[in-house]
């Protein structure tokens, strides 16, 4: 069946929409349509992510599913929104977590973390690698890519190994867009990662953080 749609936070889902759902059981039908929308485009492709296909599987109306999602890029825009959702909390996390505990291999840490997303978020690989993206998905993944790579600034920060000033804002934005590209042809490769080439992005990533860092080493 996949792995569940991405679920409210707050009550609301961040997600773009046409209209959002105010009562307990709109929001209960729009949660069952995503997860609809999610099981069609693991098991059948973006091309199946039409309205009449996402209302029968989700058995509602198609009236019903058009109130929110009024064809195939609204839908396409909302299961993205909802990916960059969780892969933004699990940097979340990881921002909390750099300050309670050592990290002897930040680079590491990351790279296995997002890689165990990338295993499991089997919806996210088929949107990504399915060449739909519509313009608006595409712009808002590159504002996300911009709050991936604020939350390794924020690490840095919090490990002690940098200064905050633009330099580093624009070498962790770097970073995070040399980490995607490896990461998406790795899982292009092969469905656990290509685990050369995921050992490639750690030696990459780390040779480049660590001359990051020594730019703000006091002499």
């Given at each position: 069946?996949?792995?569940?749609?991405?679920?409210?936070?707050?009550?609301?889902?961040?997600?773009?929409?046409?209209?959002?759902?105010?009562?307990?059981?709109?929001?209960?039908?729009?949660?069952?349509?995503?997860?609809?929308?999610?099981?069609?485009?693991?098991?059948?492709?973006?091309?199946?992510?039409?309205?009449?296909?996402?209302?029968?599987?989700?058995?509602?109306?198609?009236?019903?599913?058009?109130?929110?999602?009024?064809?195939?890029?609204?839908?396409?825009?909302?299961?993205?929104?909802?990916?960059?959702?969780?892969?933004?909390?699990?940097?979340?996390?990881?921002?909390?977590?750099?300050?309670?505990?050592?990290?002897?291999?930040?680079?590491?840490?990351?790279?296995?973390?997002?890689?165990?997303?990338?295993?499991?978020?089997?919806?996210?690989?088929?949107?990504?690698?399915?060449?739909?993206?519509?313009?608006?998905?595409?712009?808002?993944?590159?504002?996300?890519?911009?709050?991936?790579?604020?939350?390794?600034?924020?690490?840095?920060?919090?490990?002690?190994?940098?200064?905050?000033?633009?330099?580093?804002?624009?070498?962790?934005?770097?970073?995070?867009?040399?980490?995607?590209?490896?990461?998406?042809?790795?899982?292009?490769?092969?469905?656990?990662?290509?685990?050369?080439?995921?050992?490639?992005?750690?030696?990459m990533l780390r040779g480049y953080l660590a001359g990051v860092a020594a730019r703000y080493e006091r002499p």
């Amino acid at each position: 069946m996949g792995d569940p749609a991405p679920q409210p936070t707050g009550g609301t889902w961040h997600v773009p929409l046409r209209r959002t759902p105010q009562q307990a059981r709109s929001k209960a039908r729009l949660t069952r349509v995503l997860q609809a929308a999610e099981r069609v485009l693991i098991g059948e492709g973006v091309q199946a992510l039409t309205t009449t296909r996402i209302a029968a599987e989700a058995q509602v109306s198609v009236g019903s599913l058009y109130q929110y999602l009024p064809d195939r890029d609204a839908i396409i825009d909302a299961l993205a929104a909802g990916y960059f959702a969780r892969l933004e909390s699990a940097m979340e996390d990881l921002v909390r977590a750099a300050a309670a505990e050592q990290w002897d291999d930040p680079v590491g840490v990351l790279i296995d973390v997002y890689a165990a997303i990338y295993r499991t978020e089997h919806g996210f690989r088929a949107l990504w690698f399915g060449s739909s993206l519509t313009d608006q998905t595409r712009a808002a993944d590159r504002e996300h890519k911009r709050r991936m790579a604020d939350g390794v600034r924020r690490i840095l920060l919090t490990l002690g190994v940098a200064r905050d000033d633009e330099a580093l804002a624009r070498a962790c934005h770097a970073a995070v867009l040399a980490a995607d590209a490896l990461a998406q042809e790795a899982f292009r490769r092969d469905p656990e990662g290509d685990p050369g080439l995921l050992d490639e992005a750690g030696l990459m990533l780390r040779g480049y953080l660590a001359g990051v860092a020594a730019r703000y080493e006091r002499p």
